[in-house]
Each structure stands twice: as C-alpha cells, then as structure tokens.
C-alpha cells in the first residue's frame, strides 16, 4: 500500500476537470510516473490500481487519473477520441510538472498503452515508457465496436455496449483512430521502451507488440507475460509487471532521482528530513519508513502524514496499549482487547486544579482507555494505574532535557 494515496482534480485542455489518484511512497519518490488505464476503464480498475500501488511500493510516485468522459472525470465521452486521450495525457503530465515533479516514465495499458506512445514525444522529461498489452495502432479498437460501426457511421453516433456497459461513441471517435498513425510516433521517440504482452491475450494479439517493438528504435526491450489474461485478473500478475517495470526503469532515471533515504537508521536513532523544501517530512526510525506532514490548512502542508503532535499522542497511546499487554500477560488477565483514544489541546493554568503552574497555558492531552474481556471493577482499576506506569507516560511527566547542537552536513 502506498503512505499516501491523494484525490485530486486537473484540467484537460478543454478545460474539463479530470479525477485522479496520486500514490506517494513514503521515502523521496525515485521517479514520478503516469498510469493510463485501457479503452472506457477507469483509474480504478483492477489493473490500474494494483500496478500503482505495487509502483509505488516499490518507490514510485504514481498518477492514474480517468480519461475525459469516464469515472469521476468531467466532460462527454462521446466526443472524445484517441487525440483528446493523448491531451489529456500530457495535461496530466504538465500538472505533475508544476505541483510535484515531471513524471520520467509513463506506462499504459491496452489502449492507453497505445497513448503514452503517442504521448510520449511532448512530454520531454520522459526517459521511460512501458506498454502492456498494447495495439500498434489505435484503429485497432475498432473491432470492439463491431456491429456498431455502420450506425455509428450513419447516425453520427450510437449507443454500444462493452463490457457490460452502455458507452456513445461518436463518428469523431473514429475518424480519429482511422488517421492515426502511432508507428511514426513510435520511431520518434527518445525514450526506452518495454513492451509486455501475453501471447494468450485474445483482445489484442500478441502481433501488436511485435508490430510496436519492431517500429521503436533501441533502447527497446520485450517481455512475454505468459498465462496472463488483456485486463491482468490475477494480482500476481498484475504484481510481476510492477515488479519488471520498477528494475527496468531505474536503469533510466538520474542517480539524484533515484537516490532514496537510507533504509536504515541506527537502532534507538529516529532521522527526520524534509522533502523538496516543504512542511513534509520524511521519518526513518530502524527500517520503518513514514512521513509526517501539516494539514492543507496550514500553509505548505499537503496532509501526506500524521502532524508532529499526532506523532506524540500516537507514542503515547501505543505505549499504554502495549504496557497493559505486558501486565495482562504477566498476570494471566483475560483482557481482550485494548482501545486508547488521546487528543491533544491547551487550555489555561488556572482551570486546572491539579496543576502545579498557575499562569499562562498548560498542555493537556485526554486520555480514553477502553478494556475488553471478562475483568472485574478491581482488575480495570488496576489496569487504570498501570497505563499511567508506561514509559512514555513517565517520559512526559518527569522533567525533561533537550538538547540539541548544531552539525556540519557531510
């Protein structure tokens, strides 16, 4: 799973506001990548999300977003066509640009396999494209539309069914992929190029990706994805591709771009460093990556990770739950379950009856507990006494020294 899995909104050319998904991984992004997904799919089908997940899993910031027209998207998909997909493609590309960092690898499937190839000669910063189960040309969809043509051609458009689903497609669409010609786009383009195709694909032959392969120029690669079927059913399959694509395209990227945090720090040492100059941080603690982040409210915080307090209560909380554990198992208690829910706030010396200092504004976290299991009045308080006991508890009591020096970078 992605640390942060964000829903934003882009404009298309068109001015439509496209949906989308991006996932974060949780150290500083090797490389920023763009998914399109097949002909009327969306971001979220099946392949589509697993992919980027296992992307991102594997250190790559992932954009998947529906085409004009379809999911959340706005616009009519009848009057979109290859072209306006192409667009919408480097629109996405250029959002990336401006709000995190150009993506250096695009990947598509079936259709939109056929659109980052096309895609791919305008936007610059590419270094990388991956097609699976891709046509070598877009007329290619055609065939899907079979008995629809005629009236499509007729009537202008016409109501088909694909998958299950009603979709108009208008004539535009295919006057559109009739003048295509993506093997010219093909030779143009300055990028690697990995070609993955099953040969039991029955949507799309197999012929296309030698079609595709025999049209780019090197550095070009091809995979055969036995067994798989054109949507990538199965997980494993769609987790092999990622798997592929991630070590492929690493051999493309900068070594800045795909420099990442250290995977371990010292044990008892927590390493906290900023990403690209923001409120968001990146944290290693041991081989356990995180991030932390302020909400969008506040100014250059983009609520990728808990905040500096939500950290707090969450040490907090989970050392109470884990000292009742101890004890419960030490005593032979039948304690069940452990739920804390803490909240953090400030509030004046003075309504405090309890505190010590009188003037100014004292820190106050509450503290709820709740106890599972068949434990009496006597055991729960017992248990009351003993979150208090916990070592972060007593870390945030005792008094405290800080302190802090200043280093030169090596």
Same mark, same amino acid.
Request: hydrophobic share 40%; proline share 4%.
């Given at each position: 799973?992605?640390?942060?899995?964000?829903?934003?909104?882009?404009?298309?050319?068109?001015?439509?506001?496209?949906?989308?998904?991006?996932?974060?991984?949780?150290?500083?992004?090797?490389?920023?990548?763009?998914?399109?997904?097949?002909?009327?799919?969306?971001?979220?089908?099946?392949?589509?999300?697993?992919?980027?997940?296992?992307?991102?899993?594997?250190?790559?910031?992932?954009?998947?977003?529906?085409?004009?027209?379809?999911?959340?998207?706005?616009?009519?998909?009848?009057?979109?066509?290859?072209? /306006?997909? @192409?667009?919408?493609?480097? *629109?996405? %590309?250029?959002?990336?640009? #401006?709000? $995190?960092?150009?993506?250096? +690898?695009? =990947?598509?499937?079936?259709?939109?396999?056929?659109?980052?190839?096309?895609?791919?000669?305008?936007?610059?910063?590419?270094?990388?494209?991956?097609?699976?189960?891709?046509?070598?040309?877009?007329?290619?969809?055609?065939?899907?539309?079979?008995?629809?043509?005629?009236?499509?051609?007729?009537?202008?458009?016409?109501?088909?069914?694909?998958?299950?689903?009603?979709?108009?497609?208008?004539?535009?669409?295919?006057?559109?992929?009739?003048?295509?010609?993506?093997?010219?786009?093909?030779?143009?383009?300055?990028?690697?190029?990995?070609?993955?195709?099953?040969?039991?694909? /029955?949507? @799309?032959?197999?012929?296309? *990706?030698? %079609?595709?392969?025999?049209? #780019?120029? $090197?550095?070009?690669?091809? +995979?055969? =994805?036995?067994?798989?079927?054109?949507?990538?059913?199965?997980?494993?399959?769609?987790?092999?591709?990622?798997?592929?694509?991630?070590?492929?395209?690493?051999?493309?990227?900068?070594?800045?771009?795909?420099?990442?945090?250290?995977?371990?720090?010292?044990?008892?040492?927590?390493?906290?460093?900023?990403?690209?100059?923001?409120?968001?941080?990146?944290?290693?603690?041991?081989?356990?990556?995180?991030?932390?982040?302020?909400?969008?409210?506040?100014?250059?915080?983009?609520?990728?990770?808990?905040?500096?307090?939500?950290?707090?209560?969450?040490?907090?909380?989970?050392? /109470?739950?884990?000292?009742?554990?101890?004890?419960?198992?030490?005593?032979?208690?039948?304690?069940?379950?452990?739920?804390?829910?803490?909240?953090?706030?400030?509030?004046?010396?003075?309504?405090?009856?309890?505190?010590?200092?009188?003037?100014?504004?004292?820190?106050?976290?509450?503290?709820?507990?709740?106890?599972?299991?068949?434990?009496?009045?006597?055991?729960?308080?017992?248990?009351?006494?003993?979150?208090?006991?916990?070592?972060?508890?007593?870390?945030?009591?005792?008094?405290?020294?800080?302190?802090?020096?200043?280093?030169?970078?090596?």
């Amino acid at each position: 799973m992605p640390a942060s899995s964000l829903r934003i909104r882009f404009p298309n050319r068109r001015g439509d506001e496209l949906a989308a998904r991006l996932e974060l991984p949780s150290t500083r992004p090797r490389g920023h990548a763009i998914f399109a997904h097949c002909f009327t799919c969306s971001k979220d089908s099946a392949a589509a999300v697993r992919i980027a997940r296992a992307l991102c899993a594997r250190g790559f910031a992932v954009l998947r977003f529906d085409f004009t027209g379809l999911g959340q998207s706005e616009g009519e998909f009848a009057q979109t066509t290859f072209s /306006t997909n @192409v667009a919408d493609l480097v *629109a996405a %590309a250029d959002w990336l640009r #401006a709000e $995190h960092q150009a993506p250096t +690898l695009l =990947l598509g499937h079936s259709l939109g396999g056929a659109a980052v190839l096309s895609a791919a000669p305008d936007i610059p910063e590419v270094r990388a494209v991956a097609t699976l189960a891709a046509p070598s040309e877009p007329a290619h969809v055609k065939h899907l539309l079979a008995g629809d043509v005629d009236a499509i051609e007729r009537d202008g458009s016409a109501e088909v069914q694909l998958a299950g689903r009603g979709f108009r497609i208008g004539k535009d669409l295919l006057d559109d992929l009739d003048g295509q010609r993506l093997s010219a786009r093909i030779r143009q383009l300055d990028a690697a190029l990995l070609v993955l195709h099953s040969p039991q694909d /029955t949507i @799309v032959g197999i012929d296309n *990706a030698r %079609a595709i392969y025999e049209a #780019a120029r $090197h550095p070009k690669s091809f +995979l055969t =994805l036995d067994g798989a079927d054109h949507l990538l059913t199965n997980a494993a399959d769609a987790d092999y591709v990622a798997d592929v694509v991630s070590a492929w395209a690493s051999r493309y990227l900068d070594p800045d771009e795909s420099e990442v945090a250290p995977e371990h720090t010292e044990a008892g040492e927590v390493v906290v460093v900023e990403r690209d100059g923001g409120l968001t941080q990146e944290v290693r603690a041991g081989r356990h990556a995180l991030l932390a982040d302020e909400p969008t409210s506040v100014a250059g915080g983009s609520d990728l990770g808990p905040t500096p307090y939500d950290y707090l209560l969450a040490g907090l909380g989970a050392c /109470t739950s884990m000292t009742l554990r101890m004890y419960a198992r030490h005593k032979g208690l039948p304690l069940e379950g452990v739920r804390v829910s803490l909240t953090h706030d400030r509030i004046h010396a003075e309504d405090c009856e309890d505190c010590e200092k009188t003037s100014g504004q004292i820190d106050r976290i509450r503290r709820t507990i709740e106890l599972e299991g068949d434990l009496d009045d006597d055991v729960r308080q017992r248990l009351l006494e003993i979150a208090d006991r916990c070592p972060v508890h007593r870390t945030l009591e005792n008094e405290k020294k800080i302190e802090t020096q200043l280093v030169a970078r090596a």
